[in-house]
């Protein structure tokens, strides 16, 4: 499957923006669905991941109370409402989709398909 990333752009510290993985294929085939990012000079991240069976959701401590990550079956789309944004969210943003053990979800690596990326920047 083919991800597509969008909705990527620049906002103000303590705006909100809204981020969308389409994928080609059904995602329902995949345990989990995911975004990374990856800020200038830094190593890439795990941001959140939810479960496309039974919706479970998890979160890096970092955005935990502030993104809120959904998927809508119908339109085979991942979503990832990003609020009460600071500057450190900074970053090229990737969507993943894949199989990984409850140990991987967290990593990379533990993911089959990404994304292109999206870029947000959030300024002062």
């Known amino acids: 499957v083919q991800l597509q990333a969008s909705g990527g752009g620049l906002v103000q510290s303590g705006g909100s923006l809204r981020l969308s993985c389409a994928a080609s294929?059904?995602?329902?085939?995949?345990?989990?669905v995911g975004w990374f990012r990856q800020a200038p000079g830094k190593e890439r991240e795990f941001v959140a991941r939810v479960r496309w069976s039974g919706g479970s959701t998890y979160y890096a401590d970092s955005v935990k109370g502030r993104f809120t990550i959904s998927r809508d079956n119908a339109k085979n789309t991942v979503y990832l409402q990003m609020n009460s944004l600071k500057i450190e969210d900074t970053a090229v943003y990737y969507c993943?989709?894949?199989?990984?053990?409850?140990?991987?979800?967290?990593?990379?690596?533990?993911?089959?398909?990404w994304g292109q990326g999206t870029l947000v920047t959030v300024s002062s």
């Open positions: 294929g059904p995602l329902f085939s995949y345990r989990a």
């Open positions: 993943v989709a894949g199989n990984p053990i409850s140990s991987a979800e967290v990593m990379w690596s533990g993911y089959r398909a």
